[in-house]
């Protein structure tokens, strides 16, 4: 069935540090891929998508590549601030329409 | 800001008690999404409604049930309420489920306590 594998956390970086938290997937079929983000005592905001192999999705200075060879949507940003302190949930969609999430990674960013 | 609202924001039963949750989505999206969120979990998908039809079901038992009205409200229904029950549920709605992969649009949860 399909699967979202998701890096386990917590992480915890300095400002501007470089931040990857790694994703892979299992899916039938082709699914679109997303991140979403949840911040403390929030419910979840997307952050961005990519709906076909190697499309990139980009938002806030966040990037996530969809790599069909190795099932995979790495999240990526160059430099965190303390405000990007949140859970991040990579997801998938499938033409059933519901998405499947990963467990979520939480990332604190430290001044 | 997504549009989209729930209510109430925290909520405690007992074992065996009946829960109703509601969703306001956004106006004009026909599709609405509800997800259970356990601590320390990512959300595991409950049910979809399209137009007021059930449209889809995750791996959830029967006494987990939905309502989706025509003002773009809807429910979530838990009956004999068990202490695993107890999670963070979060709606979403999208604007037309009908074969596309929309962006779904999550309201901020509702925290449901059992004890």
């Known amino acids: 069935g399909d699967s979202v594998t998701q890096m386990e956390g917590p992480v915890t970086l300095s400002e501007e540090a470089f931040l990857t938290i790694n994703c892979t997937y299992t899916?039938?079929?082709?699914?679109?891929l997303f991140w979403y983000v949840q911040y403390p005592g929030e419910g979840l905001q997307l952050l961005l998508k990519?709906?076909?192999?190697?499309d990139k999705g980009s938002n806030k200075g966040f990037e996530a590549t969809y790599r069909k060879e190795t099932t995979s949507f790495h999240l990526e940003k160059g430099s965190v601030q303390v405000s990007d302190s949140a859970v991040y949930f990579c997801?998938?969609?499938?033409?059933?329409?519901?998405?499947?999430f990963g467990t979520g990674t939480r990332l604190t960013v430290i001044p | 800001e997504t549009g989209v609202t729930q209510s109430p924001t925290h909520l405690i039963k007992t074992r065996g008690q009946q829960v109703t949750l509601r969703c306001s989505s956004q106006?004009?999206?026909?599709?609405v999404s509800w997800y259970q969120q356990a601590l320390g979990q990512g959300p595991q998908f409950i049910f979809q409604?399209?137009?007021?039809?059930?449209?889809g079901r995750g791996n959830f038992p029967p006494r987990f049930s939905g309502l989706q009205f025509p003002n773009y409200s809807s429910e979530l229904n838990v009956n004999a309420l068990e202490l695993d029950d107890s999670a963070l549920y979060l709606c979403?709605?999208?604007?037309?489920?009908?074969?596309?992969?929309?962006?779904?649009?999550f309201g901020p949860g509702t925290r449901l306590t059992v004890l």
């Open positions: 409604y399209y137009r007021e039809e059930e449209n």
């Open positions: 106006s004009g999206h026909n599709t």
């Open positions: 997801a998938l969609q499938t033409g059933a329409n519901n998405l499947f």
């Open positions: 979403a709605s999208e604007r037309d489920a009908g074969g596309s992969t929309d962006t779904q649009y």
């Open positions: 899916a039938t079929g082709y699914p679109s």
């Open positions: 990519a709906t076909k192999a190697d």
